[in-house]
């Protein structure tokens, strides 16, 4: 058996986190490989991210165990303390290497981020080429295997796979889900609801896609496992959903099979609409270097940094701890001498903020990744202040906070801004989306991380689903009168809430029901960097936004 605290301390943590080297726990590879063993033609079997041989190690003596692995380093430390030989072993990046076909396949890629694909360009050019597929620039590695291993599949074949669950609620997912689900093969999809037992180390939640070429599959089956031990005996047990190909849309987001049927929330769509009907979410202000740009009250007096070259900034989720943050919670903040000043010296900086700059060269913080892309490199993006701000990561259920200062937000905030006629709408906006309804509503659009911990990205907000203008309005002031002035006065009026927004969730009987997955109103292709460049280019549209406030230099 191979020692991965052994591995680790030869190679260092950071070399397996570089090439995502989390490897697969014996119960899961064990399910895998019997899965794909039990019901093809051929013994044979390909591991494109071979890694320690983990599915080597659960494939029966006679199995033809083929593996491919880009990091010669785990290779040889393989050789070196294992036993069992696959039949080949190629060194060689997988993404890159064409022109194979596999009986079998039982995959656990590496889990990187688009932002951490470092060859991309080249890895896009030759699915292109070689495979007429044009990846999203979201794409991660995980789902570049998946695509690419799906193709190579002979027919007869089975393929496991074990990788991110992202693909199934965003934009870049579609293609991937139109690839598994296109032929008909798609047997299931197993939500691995015990990540963390799985993969201690990784924070990402993960699925398991079982894929038969030998069968046509009529219905595709949603299931999970909420710990290890139930691995096998999974599909033994009737699905939480049976979805019949003909209905499964690859625009809508896959995770909503996943919630049994008594936990499913159904919109009422005739009352709904997209968030982005209002306004957008956008996500806060990224600096780059928090540690230069972020200052309390006694830094600035420190730095000589006058009121003018620093504007006030939420800069930590802790720091709004209300339903609503107002100048006066912000004045008790700088009080506290709490770091709520972004450094901010415009387009001609006065001498002590040169000096603080020269100071920022010296220390280096102008070559960090944000800030050398940025000219000036102390420039920050300029925002209007944000009428309510969501809190991007949390554990138990999001934090929405109605802003009535004049306070910016970093990037633990997304920030909401209300197209021009529709800043009316704001106080409802916000008081929908602090409700148990819009909660409920709004964890169709979510994605899920791991360690229960939920994000939501600005698109995922602005596709979420929203009462309509007419729905609000017959609603009518006097109740948003009240509902606002009890949040003011420091109360939570959830129940009350839940009862003006019950008619947003159909009554299934009735039959007012959307069919599942609600499906993205607009479709999102480019890469973040790519559309930071756009926005920065058109200058951001919160800055039309009606609401939004210009942002009062200092303190
Ligand atoms: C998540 S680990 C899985 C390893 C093993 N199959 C398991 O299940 O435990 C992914 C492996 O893929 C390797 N890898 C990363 N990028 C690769 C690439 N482009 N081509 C082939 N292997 C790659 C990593 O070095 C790592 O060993």
């Given at each position: 058996?191979?020692?991965?605290?052994?591995?680790?301390?030869?190679?260092?943590?950071?070399?397996?986190?570089?090439?995502?080297?989390?490897?697969?726990?014996?119960?899961?590879?064990?399910?895998?490989?019997?899965w794909v063993l039990g019901g093809a033609r051929s013994d044979r079997i390909?591991?494109?991210?071979?890694?320690?041989?983990?599915?080597?190690?659960?494939?029966?003596?006679d199995c033809a165990f083929t593996g491919m692995e880009i990091d010669d380093r785990v290779v040889d430390f393989f050789i070196r303390h294992s036993r069992r030989r696959p039949e080949s072993l190629a060194c060689g990046d997988y993404l890159l290497d064409f022109g194979r076909r596999h009986a079998n396949i039982v995959c656990n890629p590496p889990y990187l981020r688009f932002q951490k694909f470092l060859n991309r360009d080249a890895v896009f050019a030759a699915f292109c080429e070689r495979l007429g597929i044009r990846l999203s620039g979201y794409t991660n590695i995980a789902s570049a295997f998946l695509v690419k291993s799906v193709s190579e599949l002979e027919n007869g074949g089975r393929l496991a796979?074990?990788?991110?669950?992202?693909?199934?609620?965003?934009?870049?997912?579609?293609?991937?889900?139109?690839?598994?689900?296109?032929?008909?093969?798609?047997d299931s999809i197993i939500e691995v609801e015990c990540e963390n037992e799985a993969f201690g180390e990784v924070t990402t939640s993960v699925c398991i896609v079982l894929y038969d070429s030998a069968r046509r599959i009529d219905e595709v089956a949603f299931r999970k496992i909420s710990s290890l031990a139930e691995i096998d005996g999974v599909m033994?047990?009737?699905?939480?959903?049976?979805?019949?190909?003909?209905?499964?849309?690859?625009?809508?987001?896959?995770?909503?099979?996943?919630?049994a049927a008594g936990d499913r929330v159904q919109p009422a769509m005739r009352h709904l609409c997209p968030l982005s009907e209002y306004?957008?979410?956008?996500?806060?202000?990224?600096?780059?270097?928090?540690?230069?740009?972020v200052l309390s009250r006694s830094g600035?007096?420190?730095?000589?940094?006058?009121?003018?070259?620093?504007?006030?900034?939420i800069t930590r989720s802790q720091q709004l701890a209300g339903l609503t943050f107002t100048d006066e919670d912000f004045a008790a903040l700088a009080e506290a001498d709490k770091g709520v000043f972004l450094f901010s010296p415009g387009e001609d900086p006065d001498e002590p903020s040169r000096r603080y700059i020269r100071q920022g060269e010296e220390k280096g913080y102008n070559k960090g990744f944000i800030t050398r892309h940025r000219s000036p490199w102390y420039k920050t993006e300029e925002r209007a202040v944000a009428p309510i701000l969501l809190n991007v990561f949390s554990r138990s259920g999001y934090k929405v906070v109605r802003n009535y200062s004049s306070a910016l937000s970093l990037t633990n905030f997304h920030c909401f801004y209300p197209h021009r006629l529709r800043d009316a709408y704001v106080d409802w906006l916000f008081l929908y989306l602090h409700s148990g309804v819009g909660r409920k509503l709004l964890s169709l659009?979510?994605?899920r991380y791991g360690n229960a911990l939920d994000k939501f990205e600005p698109n995922d907000l602005n596709d979420a689903l929203v009462p309509t203008r007419a729905f609000f309005d017959s609603l009518g002031q006097d109740v948003l009168t009240e509902l606002m002035d009890a949040v003011i006065s420091g109360k939570d009026p959830s129940l009350r809430l839940d009862e003006a927004f019950a008619p947003l969730v159909a009554d299934a009987e009735a039959g007012d029901v959307v069919p599942a997955p609600v499906k993205y109103p607009f479709r999102r292709r480019e890469p973040e960097q790519m559309r930071l460049a756009i926005e920065k280019r058109?200058?951001?549209?919160?800055?039309?936004?009606?609401?939004?406030?210009?942002?009062?230099?200092?303190?």
């Open positions: 058996m191979i020692s991965l605290a052994e591995y680790t301390a030869e190679v260092g943590y950071g070399h397996r986190k570089r090439l995502a080297q989390f490897f697969t726990p014996p119960a899961i590879a064990r399910f895998m490989v019997g390909h591991d494109p991210a071979f890694g320690l041989g983990a599915f080597l190690d659960c494939a029966p003596a796979y074990i990788l991110p669950s992202e693909f199934l609620n965003s934009g870049y997912g579609e293609l991937v889900k139109d690839w598994l689900s296109k032929d008909g093969h798609l033994d047990i009737p699905p939480l959903r049976s979805v019949p190909l003909s209905c499964l849309d690859v625009s809508g987001k896959w995770g909503v099979y996943f919630v306004g957008r979410f956008s996500r806060g202000i990224a600096t780059g270097a928090n540690g230069f740009f600035m007096r420190r730095n000589g940094l006058s009121a003018q070259s620093c504007v006030p900034c659009s979510k994605r058109k200058g951001y549209d919160s800055r039309k936004a009606g609401t939004a406030k210009k942002v009062r230099r200092g303190e």
